[in-house]
């Protein structure tokens, strides 16, 4: 890393004040530490998967150990409640971690049905070098989610978290280091995702990345990829997920509305599956705004180190001005704001931005098609099946969804018509650990997170195909196997 490496400031999103400062990694040290992952890479694939896993164990156990550290730090620089860093985030970064050290002697081949004359074995292996690019909303549980197959597989992982909430994957770095993990295994490069996450993305020697963020930045990596060496690419690029609501959902009671409620502001809206599209059988749509909207208005929005907050600030002040923006517009175009959305000064220099509902939002709008990642929702009224199915699926994105019907065959039905990667029967999930986790359509591609199906973008597949013994030989010009 040279001297003139740029200088970052963090601010806490609570009031906009000055955290802390560190020296961004430039080009030149991404080089140097891609050279040291390259030389711990073999090593550290062919020590035996359970030696693997258990580094990555003591791993886990060092994170529940300072777990009110880790979530003290992603609280104060991503402004997210310090309730939810308690028991949401560091405990399911932790269930990664260890769930994926117990995977690590788990990866397994396969044997072809061929006849007695040879044996084809299909076995997986790890790329080598492999880097991931973190957003700042859920910085240690995406680390988590990324480092736990990466490692297990047997590859080296180069992590560049976002510039704004880096503390909680240093840390990380430096519990690894006392888990045993070897110099070089897992590295983290803190800095601008144009120049430190350019330098990973084009590097010849990183051979697979995976990104999670803004389709915008997926598409620089995904470039860097191909101007490279065309290594092996995992997007994962937010969603405007729909939350579908049929004629008998209201026999939910209470509880439909306190779901929708964290579906939609949960993280303050600030969750690539936030489902953010509420669409509401006609005949019951005054009903659901009514009690959507009275969920809404109790949740407390407030400093996020306070136990009692529900809701905390937005990322930055820029975050707060597209918002309110995109209601605006809405607003423009001939949309009725039920409540929220205009900024509330609750800590002087934050971002606070009530939970926003808002209906009659123009279809062709920007509130009712792009991530606004906010605590705002749309809600409209459909007539029947075909009609939501349209305009859940008329979106580019495709992460999540969920649909709410008493009626196993409606709820089955619409959940298939849906095109999302995750699908939620009568609540508001993405699953848990042992389930994938991935977009269709511009919502990413190129593996899934979590769950077995994880190690697939992390290993590639070897075939070896030996001829018996009891083989006829072959004589020259005699047909062989296809070739392409």
């Not at 240093?170 to 993990?181: K, W």
């Not at 060496?229 to 509305?257: T, Y």
């Not at 809206?269 to 005949?283: E, K, P, W």
Request: charged content about 20%.
């Amino acid at each position: 890393m040279s001297a003139a490496s740029e200088l970052i400031t963090v601010r806490r999103p609570a009031d906009g004040t000055p955290i802390f400062t560190y020296r961004a990694v430039d080009e030149q040290g991404v080089r140097e530490a891609v050279a040291v992952a390259g030389q711990a890479a073999p090593a550290w694939a062919a020590l035996h998967p359970r030696t693997r896993g258990e580094s990555m164990t003591e791993l886990a156990r060092l994170m529940e150990r300072d777990a009110d550290l880790l979530a003290g730090l992603d609280s104060e620089d991503g402004g997210k409640p310090i309730t939810d860093c308690v028991t949401g985030d560091v405990p399911a970064a932790i269930e990664s971690i260890r769930w994926f050290a117990e995977s690590a002697d788990k990866v397994t081949g396969s044997v072809a049905p061929t006849d007695d004359t040879a044996l084809g074995i299909t076995t997986r292996h790890p790329v080598g070098v492999a880097a991931a690019l973190l957003p700042w909303n859920y910085p240690l549980a995406m680390a988590a989610w990324k480092i736990g197959p990466a490692l297990a597989a047997g590859n080296c992982l180069l992590l560049k978290p976002a510039e704004a909430t880096p503390r909680s994957v240093q840390h990380l770095a430096a519990l690894a280091a006392e888990a045993g993990l070897p110099t070089g295994v897992l590295t983290v490069l803190p800095g601008h995702g144009a120049v430190t996450g350019r330098a990973l993305a084009e590097d010849p020697r990183v051979r697979a990345i995976s990104f999670t963020g803004s389709q915008a930045t997926g598409r620089q990596v995904l470039a860097g990829a191909a101007v490279s060496n065309f290594k092996r690419v995992s997007l994962e690029m937010g969603g405007k997920s729909p939350q579908i609501l049929m004629r008998d959902a209201l026999s939910f009671g209470e509880e439909l509305f306190e779901e929708m409620a964290v579906a939609a502001f949960l993280s303050s809206g600030q969750n690539c599956t936030a489902g953010s599209r509420i669409h509401v059988d006609a005949s019951i749509f005054d009903e659901v705004v009514a009690g959507l909207v009275a969920v809404a208005d109790k949740l407390v929005l407030g400093d996020p180190s306070d136990a009692r907050t529900q809701m905390g600030p937005l990322i930055n002040h820029a975050a707060l001005e597209r918002a309110e923006s995109a209601v605006s517009d809405a607003v423009a175009g001939g949309a009725e704001v039920v409540t929220g959305g205009s900024a509330v000064p609750i800590v002087p220099g934050g971002s606070y931005l009530p939970a926003t509902v808002v209906v009659n939002a123009p279809r062709d709008g920007a509130l009712s098609n792009e991530e606004v990642f906010a605590p705002v929702v749309t809600v409209s009224p459909f007539r029947d099946e075909d009609e939501v199915i349209a305009l859940a699926n008329e979106s580019e994105y495709g992460l999540a969804a969920s649909v709410w019907s008493r009626d196993v065959d409606t709820a089955l039905r619409v959940a298939r018509r849906v095109e999302a990667g995750v699908v939620s029967v009568n609540c508001y999930s993405e699953g848990d650990i042992t389930t994938p986790f991935g977009g269709w359509k511009q919502s990413g591609f190129g593996g899934a997170e979590k769950s077995v199906a994880a190690l697939d973008q992390w290993t590639v597949p070897k075939v070896t195909w030996l001829r018996t013994r009891t083989a006829p030989s072959t004589a020259p010009g005699t047909a062989q196997a296809s070739r392409p």
